[in-house]
């Protein structure tokens, strides 16, 4: 009996490591193709991928008085704030949506978005707006 298979190793920096030294190393590294992932685009030509994948986010929230199509309006600020990070947007988004439920408010804005402190990376990767300086983050 066989069966297919695709093996995905995932790693980081894994080309400074072991992994593909030795026999067994330079026979995973002639099967193996890398893909190294880092920030996702915030424009790809004429299209922008950032901002399609916040409206599928947005599209997944259930909440009473959002309005749709009010997180893709903040695309460019939403990819400063979170380094253009898959995972520091959803983590941003889901903390938002859930003070949302817990205040009552059920909708998501600029400003609720801004008051959510998200890792380190994206932290020290935001600067505040002139604007936006004298604001304590929460």
Do not use: W
């Not at 199509?69 to 520091?88: D, E, K, V």
């Not at 059920?106 to 994206?122: A, F, G, P, W």
């Amino acid at each position: 009996m066989s069966i297919g298979a695709t093996f995905v190793y995932a790693g980081i920096d894994v080309t400074t490591t072991a992994l593909f030294s030795g026999v067994r190393g330079a026979q995973l590294a002639a099967r193996a193709s890398l893909v190294e992932c880092g920030a996702f685009p915030a424009r790809l030509g004429t299209r922008e991928p950032f901002g399609e994948l916040i409206a599928g986010v947005e599209a997944a929230l259930d909440l009473r008085a959002h309005r749709a199509g009010t997180l893709p309006r903040h695309a460019a600020h939403l990819h400063q704030r979170t380094a253009g990070r898959i995972g520091s947007l959803t983590r941003l988004i889901r903390r938002a949506a859930i003070t949302a439920i817990l205040d009552g408010t059920e909708r998501l804005t600029k400003t609720s978005l801004d008051q959510v402190r998200l890792n380190h990376l994206t932290e020290t990767h935001h600067r505040p707006t002139a604007s936006r300086a004298h604001t304590p983050k929460r």
